[in-house]
């Protein structure tokens, strides 16, 4: 697998993405400045928290509507507040994909370009901009992944370090929304297959045993998903114990698992890589005009990105390029776990985690297969999409109640 190298610039772009990033999505996002979508779940869950009340919105762990709670602590209870931290979140998953694709690639201009997709993705976009757990989630499995790569090529107690904190990140994801639990798994098979595959020299986490690094991998994620409960130990009712903690995640489990009444958005699994049922978070009136607000992938990064995987894939096996499949096998990862989980409804933000690992992909694919010049113009028209579609992701005064028609190419995206 191709490892980069060692060089300051890379941490220098990878700031100055999730800077322009950041900017990107703080532009209007107090607009609308009422509930969006599922923040009318997350935002009074995190005005209780704040309180230390009681628990509420038991179906998901704590920390994603900690982090509400704090923009709330930070900027007031309006939506400013409500939606900061999302922004940030976007901003790091952002700089991590970028950091994912040159840790694998080793080549500055592919990992330019998934930054520069992942802004552009529209998927990210919105997320960064609403209050929900996903955006979290997100964040903290890209970087869990990032930190991850970068943990191979160090040894002893640094890499033991390395492979602690990104367990950590992955606990902490789980401690958003427990659709992160299988990317702990992949993150032990991964160190699995990379010592078995340099077995007779030990190039990765030189000076560490196997079970070590498993270990401190389970012991973070582990530690760091059971301290994201701790501000439940200070309800003013019905507050956590040490007793209580691990039997409340079979009441998260049952919550999960209930079956749900049929919901207007709904689709399947099957349907959400092809968008063919994207969701209106927003169409009403709102501060003084229709305005709207529609979940929905840039229609060149998310079917692009489909064709990019099919031919990482391709060249993986074809070149035995375990870069690429790696690639390949982080967008499939995300993407598995919702055709198995026992969910009675799906959504198709339910594959905004799946849709950021087709950046990658797809500047890996373009990097390879196509010229410079082809690529620039494949930029230009994702960037003429993004702005396309901009009045309708970031809710802008619309002309009525049918201006939706002029963004609606397909019956089902109604």
Not at 286 to 303: F, T, Y
Not at 332 to 356: D, E, Q, T
Request: include cysteine; proline fraction near 6%.
């Amino acid at each position: 697998m191709t490892a980069a190298p060692s060089h300051p610039r890379p941490i220098l772009v990878a700031v100055l993405l999730g800077l322009v990033a950041e900017t990107l999505f703080l532009i209007r996002v107090s607009v609308p400045h009422t509930l969006v979508f599922d923040e009318v779940h997350y935002v009074p869950a995190a005005r209780t928290m704040l309180a230390l009340a009681a628990p509420v919105n038991t179906e998901h762990p704590l920390l994603g509507k900690a982090i509400i709670a704090a923009g709330i602590a930070l900027f007031g209870d309006n939506s400013l507040g409500w939606r900061f931290f999302s922004t940030v979140a976007g901003a790091v998953t952002v700089a991590a994909l970028f950091a994912i694709t040159w840790q694998l690639l080793g080549r500055m201009r592919p990992a330019v370009l998934a930054g520069l997709f992942a802004m552009l993705s529209m998927t990210l976009f919105v997320q960064a901009r609403i209050a929900m757990l996903d955006g979290f989630m997100a964040a903290f499995v890209v970087s869990a992944v990032a930190v991850l790569l970068a943990s191979r090529r160090a040894s002893g107690a640094r890499a033991l370090t390395r492979v602690a904190l990104g367990g950590a990140l992955i606990g902490l994801a789980i401690g958003c929304k427990w659709a992160a639990v299988p990317f702990l798994g992949y993150a032990g098979l991964a160190i699995l297959v990379l010592r078995l595959r340099e077995v007779s020299d030990r190039a990765y986490w030189r000076g560490v045993v196997t079970p070590a690094l498993l270990l401190v991998l389970v012991v973070g994620a582990g530690a760091a998903y059971l301290l994201t409960f701790l501000p439940a130990f200070f309800y003013a009712n019905d507050p956590l114990t040490l007793a209580t903690l691990l039997p409340f995640q079979l009441t998260i489990y049952a919550e999960q698992t209930q079956i749900l009444a049929p919901h207007t958005y709904q689709s399947s699994w099957w349907s959400w890589p092809l968008m063919l049922r994207p969701i209106w978070y927003l169409y009403e009136r709102a501060d003084g005009a229709m305005r709207g607000i529609l979940m929905i992938g840039n229609p060149a990064i998310l079917w692009g990105g489909l064709v990019a995987v099919a031919a990482s894939l391709w060249a993986s096996v074809r070149d035995r390029s375990a870069a690429l499949l790696a690639i390949v096998a982080l967008w499939l990862g995300a993407y598995l776990p919702w055709i198995v989980i026992p969910k009675s409804l799906g959504f198709f933000y339910y594959y905004f985690l799946s849709s950021l690992f087709l950046c990658p992909a797809l500047a890996a694919a373009l990097d390879r297969y196509v010229s410079k010049r082809a690529q620039s113009a494949f930029v230009i028209l994702a960037a003429a999409l993004f702005v396309y579609f901009y009045p309708i992701i970031v809710a802008m005064p619309l002309d009525g109640p049918d201006a939706f028609r002029r963004w609606t190419w397909f019956a089902s995206w109604v």
